[in-house]
């Protein structure tokens, strides 16, 4: 395995070319500007202060210009008086210190001289307007980019022009009030990027509106973008579409917030390729605390092989998977603490261990070992959602972080997910398998921990517990750790004897705007004396391996086919059951026929029921299993694939099965709505799923969005909170009556 750190052997080799130093002089370059300017803020806002006492004792405009000026208190000294064709015919002091600090006299001259190119249209349009009206009473309020004596400072002013009308002439009075918000200056700019034009980094500037103001020459380099193509538009145009909303949503929080931003963006180059840059974001503050402008240096790092630009990466992400590392994970919990305690909501960290892969790298090598790591890295990038993060904390530990608020059912269905991602086989290239098993531990910010050691900590000492009482996952709970770890293994035995298992049905619907009820899944619940209400996760791995799931899984059928008899007796129409059915129960050779006794018992016909095996089961019963599947096919019974997506089997290989349905994985789902790789995804396994006379049902639907698109790919059946969480049998009921009923309680 690849464990040395070249950050400490090759540091020296590479130090005059370090992009991390350049950086960091540059950062200390940008804030020597930013304590200019906020010198000049403060002069900008004594004016500022002037100008609203001018603006609180006057502001009428049908008074002579004498009359205006004798009234301005004395202090108050930037204005202008110009004619018709704008010639100055009157300057006060301040205004003379302000455009002509030493120079010739104001007076005499034309405005234009001292206004800023762009702005000199506004101007003209401003005097050609008063001219037209020839008279009063017209006042306008502009704000005008004015050129300072040296010209090199432009400065934005919040103008109030107003035409006086004196004898037979028309004067224009110009009253003037620096703004505070006026951002670097051309001439700033101009000089920052001097200063940066041999740099290896690309510098950015944008106004406070976001709007780019200048880039330099490494920034065209990187991008393709010139100055040109750049001043004046939104950043997004580099735009690749790989960063979601969510994404967006945190950065410009964390930007808002804490003033700057440090990481990874995917952006889009002139030529159309994506590129993988580093970025580090600052905000310019004003004295009001007002941002004023960004300031943003950037690194190219898709092509991680030049050895300066893999030590800019080595810091922050693992040598061997690419992932973020323990450094970069901790910086992304302290934005997302940033973001949630702003937004009063919660996130959740889940530490991940693989059991024993210690003897792995012992028997096998460390060749393999590595393999191994890459393909969990792999697998659980896919798992998650794209705004999530997954970083390699240590030689066999991951952690994920799911940024979004997710509730307690979420996070245990996403470690679900990730336990059935990381449960498939790993092909390794001398044809062998290998199977791992992990270990999963979760930690919600702020109740398990409100700074990021702790959460992190609590996280890890969850997965020890989790180990501890031979459990998947399980949640940080104060002190549970050090209680005797119960023998859930045998509990599940007695689980059944004393009725602490019970049923939850979810509803499948069509996607159309009838949302006609076509069936259910059935869910296991176990109610447990002490431990609670515990979900499938926690005890169905244990009850799969002990075995207790043969009758576990027989105890579920028999409870939900005699549940539709009574349901059908209660006059509910013709509805399909989905029941979930592990490997081990495959393995009884009686399987089927029992399964026909059961339908048989209740009068259910066998096209009512569906049985969901996972993809990653489906693919080890490819071989033996065939058999015992086609024979349930014989009888009618409807076979489905669970959670298809996520195990990384061919379509064509699942296709010899006999299989009547592919359920899409909630991970493609969950994305559907912001991400366009997510929707293809979906598109392509409906449109392969018809072409070979399958139906889709897609689980984890949980907005409008996502079934809007699910509904036009032509998805043909969706099952989710947005149209039912996981209900009681009565509360199923009454929740599917025709019309006329009262809407259940959900569970
Ligand atoms: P599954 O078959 O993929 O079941 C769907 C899971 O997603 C359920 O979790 C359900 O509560 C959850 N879910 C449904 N709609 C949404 C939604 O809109 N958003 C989110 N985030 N989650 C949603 P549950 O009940 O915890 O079940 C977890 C897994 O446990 C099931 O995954 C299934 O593989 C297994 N399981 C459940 N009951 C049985 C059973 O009777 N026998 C066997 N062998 N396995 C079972
Ligand atoms: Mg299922």
Redesign the pocket.
């Known amino acids: 395995m690849n464990t040395a750190t070249p950050m400490a052997t090759s540091a020296g080799a590479v130090k005059a070319t370090s992009p991390r130093r350049n950086l960091a002089t540059l950062q200390r370059q940008l804030f020597i500007y930013a304590q200019d300017l906020r010198d000049l803020m403060e002069q900008q806002a004594l004016l500022q202060r002037r100008y609203q006492l001018v603006l609180q004792s006057h502001g009428r405009s049908n008074q002579s210009a004498d009359v205006l000026l004798d009234a301005i208190p004395k202090s108050i000294d930037a204005y202008l008086v110009t004619d018709s064709q704008g010639e100055i015919v009157r300057a006060s002091p301040g205004a003379q210190r302000a455009f002509a600090s030493g120079g010739p006299e104001l007076k005499g001259k034309f405005i234009w001289q001292y206004i800023h190119w762009s702005h000199l249209e506004i101007v003209t349009t401003l005097l050609a307007k008063f001219v037209g009206v020839g008279a009063t009473g017209a006042v306008e309020q502009r704000k005008l980019v004015l050129l300072d004596s040296t010209m090199q400072r432009d400065i934005i002013y919040d103008a109030l022009v107003m035409p006086v009308r004196k004898l037979d002439r028309l004067e224009m009075f110009w009253l003037l009030s620096a703004e505070v918000q006026s951002g670097l200056s051309d001439i700033e700019i101009q000089k920052l990027m001097l200063m940066s034009s041999d740099c290896a980094e690309g510098l950015l500037i944008c106004d406070a509106s976001g709007l780019v103001r200048s880039v330099n020459p490494a920034f065209s380099r990187i991008t393709g973008y010139s100055a040109s193509d750049m001043v004046g538009e939104n950043p997004r145009l580099l735009s690749s579409g790989r960063q979601d909303a969510d994404f967006y949503r945190s950065y410009w929080t964390y930007l808002t917030d804490a003033g700057s931003w440090t990481g990874e963006f995917f952006n889009r180059k002139k030529n159309g390729h994506i590129y993988a840059e580093w970025k580090s974001v600052r905000a310019v503050k004003n004295e009001r605390d007002e941002t004023v402008s960004y300031i943003s240096a950037i690194v190219d790092i898709t092509h991680r092989d030049s050895e300066a630009q893999q030590l800019a990466n080595l810091a922050y992400h693992d040598s061997l998977t690419g992932l973020p590392n323990r450094r970069l994970l901790e910086d992304r919990l302290t934005q997302a603490m940033v973001i949630a305690s702003r937004e009063a909501s919660n996130f959740c960290v889940m530490y991940i261990d693989l059991d024993k892969f210690k003897p792995i790298n012992d028997e096998f090598g460390h060749q393999v070992g590595d393999l191994v790591l890459l393909e969990v890295s792999a697998r659980l990038q896919a798992t998650v959602r794209h705004s999530d993060m997954v970083a390699r904390v240590g030689g066999d530990e991951f952690v994920i972080l799911l940024q979004s608020p ?1 509730n307690d ?2 996070a ?3 470690a ?2 990730v336990l ?1 991602a990381l449960s498939a086989p790993i092909q390794l290239p001398d044809g062998k398998v290998l199977s791992i098993s992990v270990s999963m531990g979760g930690a919600r910010y702020p109740i398990d921990g409100d700074d990021v050691p702790t959460l992190l900590q609590n996280a890890d000492a969850a997965m020890y517990g989790a180990k501890r009482f031979g459990l998947d996952f399980s949640f940080f709970e104060t002190g549970s750790i050090v209680h005797p770890a119960p023998d859930l293994g045998f509990e599940i035995w007695k689980a059944l004897e004393r009725q602490e298992l019970y ?2 049905y ?1 509803p499948q619907v069509t996607p159309d705007k009838s949302r006609t009820v076509r069936g259910c ?5 176990w109610k447990h004396a002490v431990f609670g209400d515990l ?3 926690t005890f ?1 791995p244990i ?2 391996r002990n075995g207790a ?1 043969v009758a ?2 027989y105890w ?1 059928l028999e409870t939900a086919c005699q549940q539709l008899s009574q349901w059908q007796a209660g006059g509910l129409p013709d509805l399909t059951l ?5 490997s081990r ?1 495959l393995q009884d050779p009686q399987f089927a026929e029992r399964v026909g006794q059961i339908l048989l018992a209740h009068g259910i016909k066998p096209s009512s029921l569906e049985l ?1 095996i ?1 993809e990653a089961d489906a693919m080890q019963y490819l071989q033996d299993g065939r058999s015992r599947l086609s024979q349930l096919r014989e009888m009618a019974v409807k076979i489905a694939i ?2 298809f997506g996520s195990g990384y089997s061919s379509l064509s290989r699942l296709a010899s099965l006999p299989i009547h349905r592919l ?1 899409i ?2 991970s493609f ?2 994305d559907l709505a912001q991400s366009g790789e997510a929707r293809a995804i979906s598109d392509c396994f409906i449109g392969v799923a018809a072409a070979m006379g399958m139906q889709v049902t897609a ?4 907005s409008e969005a996502q079934m809007e698109v699910l509904a036009s790919q032509g998805c043909n059946l969706v ?4 149209t039912g ?2 209900m009681s049998a009565e509360a199923f009921l009454s929740w599917a009556l025709p019309s006329g009923q009262q809407p259940p309680e959900r569970v």
Do not use: H, M, T
């Open positions: 997710v059912e979420d245990y269905s996403i679900s997910s059935s049923l939850l979810q899944e059935v869910l296991l619940r979900f499938p996760l169905i009850a799969e799931i576990l899984g579920v989905s029941v979930n059915i592990s129960q969901e996972s669970d959670d359920k994985d909630q789902v969950r689980g984890g639907v949980e099952q989710g909170y947005l969480k996981p």
